[in-house]
Nanobody, 125 residues
Framework: QVLLVESGGGSVQAGGSLTLSCAASGYTYRPIRMAWFRQAPGKEREGVAAAYSVTGNTYYADSVKGRFTISQDNAKNTVYLQMNNLKPEDTARYYC??????????????????WGRGTQVTVSS
């Protein structure tokens, strides 16, 4: 059973930075794709960024391009999300997700097999 544990959330003022971490364990084969999603109160969970484990290719939501960076340390089985120039609209609970096999688009929630419990990010103006 794959276990994903997020950390690094917190409260920050607009323009600030945070780095989220997702530690993965329990898998036999490395997930093909890791991603970060977020969900604000009353809104759908949306894809923020994703990275393919083998190719290293990355994808981002338009709303975070140029501000967020996803990276992975395969030796540590950890995925990071560096978030710069944070805005109040980035306030949400951020979830780490892992796809064991390829199913389709990176930002579709149903295409992931495992989820962490999330970490809260709050950005004040």
């Amino acid at each position: 059973q794959v276990l994903l544990v997020e950390s690094g959330g917190g409260s920050v003022q607009a323009g600030g930075s945070l780095t989220l971490s997702c530690a993965a364990s329990g898998y036999t084969y490395r997930p093909i794709r890791m991603a970060w999603f977020r969900q604000a109160p009353g809104k759908e969970r949306e894809g923020v960024a994703a990275a393919y484990s083998v190719t290293g290719n990355t994808y981002y939501a338009d709303s975070v391009k140029g501000r967020f960076t996803i990276s992975q340390d395969n030796a540590k089985n950890t995925v990071y999300l560096q978030m710069n120039n944070l805005k109040p609209e980035d306030t949400a609970r951020y979830y780490c997700a892992a796809a064991q096999v390829f199913r389709g688009s990176w930002n579709t929630r149903a295409n992931y097999d495992y989820w962490g419990r999330g970490t809260q990010v709050t950005v004040s103006s």
